[in-house]
């Protein structure tokens, strides 16, 4: 049974930083295109960052060169470093994942930046 867990959000002042963390586990076989999007209040939920097996990274024009998406094949994580908060990056943050070829949902975790 696979899951995504997330982890790393919080509180922080603009122009802050947090790092998220999301770990697959279960009985896994295949870890392919490993995301994060997010979902502001009263707004659509939407692609922040994503990342291929191989390393190639496509991010939502709002976070250039402030956020970068990374992984660890060996931890079956990925993570996202959060630089240069600001208040508009409130939102949710979801860890999405095709773990063997069927795409996983973590549930969450919330990030919130300060003024």
């Known amino acids: 049974q696979v899951q995504l867990v997330e982890s790393g959000g919080g509180l922080v002042q603009a122009g802050g930083s947090l790092r998220l963390s999301c770990a697959a586990s279960?009985?896994?076989?295949?870890?392919?295109?490993m995301g994060w999007y997010r979902q502001a209040p009263g707004k659509q939920r939407e692609l922040v960052a994503r990342?291929?097996?191989?390393?190639?990274?496509n991010y939502a024009d709002s976070v250039k060169g402030r956020f970068t998406i990374s992984r660890d094949n060996a931890k079956n994580t990925v993570f996202l470093q959060m630089n240069s908060l600001q208040p508009e990056d409130t939102a949710v943050y979801y860890c999405?994942?095709?773990?063997?070829?069927?795409?996983?949902w973590g549930q969450g975790t919330q990030v919130t930046v300060s003024s």
């Open positions: 990342i291929t097996t191989f390393g190639s990274t």
């Open positions: 999405k994942s095709r773990v063997n070829y069927n795409d996983y």
């Open positions: 279960g009985n896994i076989f295949s870890i392919n295109t």
